[in-house]
Each structure stands twice: as C-alpha cells, then as structure tokens.
C-alpha cells in the first residue's frame, strides 16, 4: 500500500473528494485498503458522551474488515470516480 492515506469528507449525497498534501489532490497512484466511516450521532460539545451510532456497517471503519480496496492507477488524473457497495 501507498505510504500516505488520502482522505475525504463523505457529502450527504454519497460523494467525496480525496485529499493526500492538499484539498482535493486525489490519491497516490497504488493500491490502496478502503476504510468508510458515516455516523448519524455522536459526541458532541452539547453531548460529550453521547453514544456512535453507525449509518453504515460498522466493518467498513477499518481496511482491515471493510474487504474494500481501491486500485489508483498513474495516470487516473482527478476524474477516477469509484462507487464502495456498503451492505453486508
């Protein structure tokens, strides 16, 4: 796996945008472990104990269950789109 994570914020339409150095520069050419975290709560300033409660199966928060992968190649640019099924 690449040595550096990208990252990206899920939209509440199901879309996101990787990052690696700065906003929206994608993900290193490689192949990659999918990790995919969507919460409908969780602690917050008004409620610091309040309790995660998972959109979507809790496996999918590490590559290490999620069974996900992804396969950037080196010349995807920033117009790869790639869709994850979330069901167990």
Do not use: N
Request: glycine share 10%.
């Amino acid at each position: 796996y690449p040595s550096r994570p990208a990252t990206g914020q899920l939209q509440s339409d199901g879309s996101y945008e990787l990052s690696t150095f700065s906003p929206g520069d994608g993900a290193v050419p490689g192949k990659y472990g999918v990790s995919i975290t969507s919460l409908l709560s969780g602690p917050s300033p008004d409620d610091p104990h309040a309790e995660l409660v998972y959109a979507i199966p809790r496996k999918f928060t590490s590559p290490m269950t999620s069974g996900l992968t992804a396969s950037i190649p080196a010349d995807a640019g920033k117009s790869l789109e790639m869709d994850f099924e979330l069901k167990e």
